[in-house]
């Protein structure tokens, strides 16, 4: 066996878990079945790590993973349902250089977990936390401006943790598709804090409102891609908004807006100077003639009629080593 090869398999499933390197060598998993993480062979060398839907993994075995593989940069534990605070600061205490974890659906984690990442590794650029729905958000006060990528789908972020999520100043790309709102009312304004966001998806927020539409057309200068898809909370003055202050803006989900009008296609119209690709589709208040006035005045906007869910940077480029 070289110092690159390492045999991993996941203690519930046997599943081959993925170690890679910049001198990557897999091995298929044994016929003897572990109980817990299993090592054979770990050398610091390696810097990326997968866990992907291992459930029989534990916070335990994040240690083990903390001491023997202390120069890691990307760790996955999409669906390890076993995995808790505590495993969090197992594997952080030994993996400073952290900047990419995946959080997914990991649903026994909370907000002091997610602080103890942020306090143990400074250079953590994206972390996804999708379907957690014990975190508040509280937990990324104080983060670095090295956070550049959230992924928060179908979360129950708190209003104080919207404003801790962005607190760091360099947020790029922001996913909050169907938040949860555990108050009912709308407090996704804070995202205009975000000053330089470019990606943001909101899709299915029901709770959105035109004042927080306002808010971040307002304050996020740099937005690029945005998705309202689904969100019938927004009327005319959050499209004026958006015409009047998204001149960065290239690509606009509107499909399946229940209040989006003619007029609010005009604003868009006659601002967005930068459109490029307008998706929508089932918008039952724009007519036809509201269509056909925008296509002769913007002939070079692409209209498309698909439902586009994710947007932005792929997951998995952000999530391979360079």
Known sequence: MSQ???????????YPLNLSSSNRSTTDVGSSYQKSLKKVLIQPIHLSLSFYCCSGITDDALEQVSVGCPNLVIVELYRCFNITDQG?????KGCHALKSLNLGYCVAISDRGIATVFTNCPNIGRIIISYCRGLSGVGFRGCTSSLSYLEAESCMLSPDGLMDVVSGGGLEYLNLHSLRSSTGLDSLGRVGYAEKLRFLNLRTCRYLTDDSVIAIASGCPLIEEWS????????????????????????????RCRNI??????????GCVGLEVLHIHGCGKITHHG????????PNVKQRADEVVCIGPSIEDLFRLQ
């Open 88 to 92: 969090l600061e197992n594997l952080s």
């Open 228 to 255: 309202l898809a689904v969100c019938h909370g927004v009327h005319l003055p959050g499209w004026s908004a958006i015409g009047l202050y998204c001149n960065k803006l290239k690509i606009l989900h509107v499909t």
């Open 261 to 270: 009008c003619d007029q609010g296609l005009q604003a868009i119209r006659d």
């Open 291 to 298: 269509l056909a006035l925008f296509s002769i005045a913007r």
């Open 4 to 14: 690159s090869d390492v045999l991993y398999s996941c203690g519930s499933c046997g």
